[in-house]
């Protein structure tokens, strides 16, 4: 008699004396072995692997995987080395029928943390995994506001690591649970995040809640308005002025102010921005003594030097640390330019001497 032919009880028998890799090599044998056998392969995995099946499964977005595993009564929390649940990997891959599978139990808790203070909901937001945010949000067991043990939370997740998901944002805001705030690791909050990547729409709802801190400096002395005039990021640096609300003559710790940073880049647009408020300080001066005129010139950049001119509250002779002010620069870049020009203009004459 062949092993086909065998009646079901005898298979189930085999399957008891032989490994987990053997009885999944004979569910592939053929259909009938499948039909068979599937079904006791996932129940051998919950009792005899410690539910390994289910946490494979969540990691490389396998639903029937998953699914089978439940079926046949995985545990929903069973933890890896890392202490994630199966929940965990699931929500940072964006396996939404997975996450969708788990919370089905009813068994889980959803708002379990890993070895990194971490939930779900943190991994769904960092990854702009929109759906699956959602689809924990409407459980009602999140916690908005949980902090992770490296300060993060949902919401600095969703603004710091790039991915800038408006609608995640928006939907985190909405449970008026999430604090606007809150400082992560290095000391950034969501509305310095947002400026520093540049994201207007994130910036734009930030402010709209009308509790974010405006003023609020990071690690090294940069408010919202510096890192914006920092990074030059015209759109997002002009929503901050529109707001009223922020101190246009804020120094990082070096004493460099938004215009400073405007005139060191030539960052025409912004510096104009700046200077249409009426409220900026013109002449500034850092911890070496260096006004925006000073960056202005030594930089090369012509127009940001006019503008600045052109308020008639500059001064050309201010000095420096090192008691150099605009005007001598103006004048040594003047003396460099007419050398370089006096240099190639012998080395033509030379090369016509040579041809004749």
Known sequence: MSLQALPPELHFGICELITEK??????????LFHYRVNSYLYKFNVRNSKNSALLWAAKNGMKSTAKFSIDEGADVEVMDAAHQTP???????????????????DKLEVDC?????????MYAAQYGHEAIVKLLLDTNRVDVGLKSYTRDTPLSCATLYGYGNEAIVKLLLDTKEADVNVRNYIGDTPLLCATKHGNEAIVRLLLDTNEADLDVKDCIGDTPLLCAARYKHE???????????????????YGRTPLSHAANDGAEAIARALLN???VYVEPRDRHGRTPLSYAVWNGHEVVAELLLDTGKV??????????????KACEKAHEEAAEASSEQKGRDKRVKLTH
């Not at 053997?22 to 259909?31: A, E, F, H, K, V």
């Not at 943390?113 to 909901?121: A, N, Q, S, W």
């Not at 640096?237 to 710790?253: M, P, Y």
């Open 22 to 31: 053997d009885i999944s090599c004979l569910s592939r044998t053929n259909s």
């Open 87 to 105: 929940l965990h990997p699931a929500a940072k891959h964006g396996a939404q029928a997975i996450v969708k599978a788990l919370l089905d139990t």
């Open 113 to 121: 943390v890993d070895d990194r203070g971490r939930t779900p909901l």
């Open 235 to 253: 759109t997002v640096l002009k929503l901050l002025l529109n707001t009223g609300r922020v101190n246009v003559n804020a120094r990082d710790r």
């Open 277 to 279: 408020t009426g409220e």
């Open 315 to 328: 001064n050309v002779k201010s000095k420096d640390s090192v008691g150099r002010t605009p005007l001598s």
